[in-house]
């Protein structure tokens, strides 16, 4: 009796890549971010996220390796045509669907803009169906959590304030392939000043 041989569906290289474009706060938010995780650790243990960094993502997306470049120098000429803008962060946050403890993010029109353009090049250039664009900007603390912890945070966190403002400059763009959990660093796009 012989093996039956599946044969590949296509003949070349279709190695994926993600995208992640986001925006980083700064440093002195970051680290607040990062204390808040080992409060949370400290308190209720480990959770999914406790080691990622602070950021607020723009967009998401796979793309084929042989593409990435190609595909990156679209997103920059089009992106890199708008002007810094001003973000605030503003209160904490949960999402009872994700189990997620976050700090929000104040919809402004420059944000939404860029959002925008965002689901623009997607058409054009990314044909996929993974790809993500902010609907409810927001910056994570912890994500999914167990939804007791959820509720200590819920009763804990949301009552106290949280406001910063910052000025976007630039993006940064994260990669990662299919195989790979670690984001890499692949490029900065510089917004005009």
């Known amino acids: ?50 080691k990622s960094r602070a950021y607020i993502t723009v967009s998401n997306f796979l793309v084929t390796q042989k593409r990435m470049d190609e595909v990156l120098a679209k997103v920059q000429t089009r992106v890199s045509l708008f002007s ?36 623009s090049i997607k058409k054009e250039v990314v044909k996929t169906t993974k790809f993500y664009s902010g609907t409810t900007p927001h910056l994570p603390i912890a994500r999914n959590l167990d939804s007791r912890v959820l509720r200590q945070i819920k009763y804990r966190y949301l009552q106290k304030p949280f406001y910063y403002t910052f000025d976007v400059k630039k993006l940064t763009v994260l990669t990662r392939s299919h195989k790979n959990e670690k984001y890499e660093l692949y490029s900065q796009i510089n917004l005009q000043n």
């Open 1 to 50: 009796m012989s093996k039956s041989v599946q044969l590949p569906l296509f003949t070349e290289d279709l190695r994926v890549n993600e995208f992640l474009i986001l925006i980083e706060p700064p440093k002195n938010v970051a680290d607040y971010v990062t204390i808040l995780k080992k409060e949370l650790k400290e308190e209720f243990g480990s959770f999914k996220s406790e």
């Open 84 to 119: 810094s803008f001003e973000l605030k962060l503003q209160s904490f946050k949960i999402f009872e669907s994700g189990n997620t403890f976050y700090i929000g993010v104040e919809p402004s029109h420059p944000f939404n803009t860029m959002i925008n353009e965002f689901k």
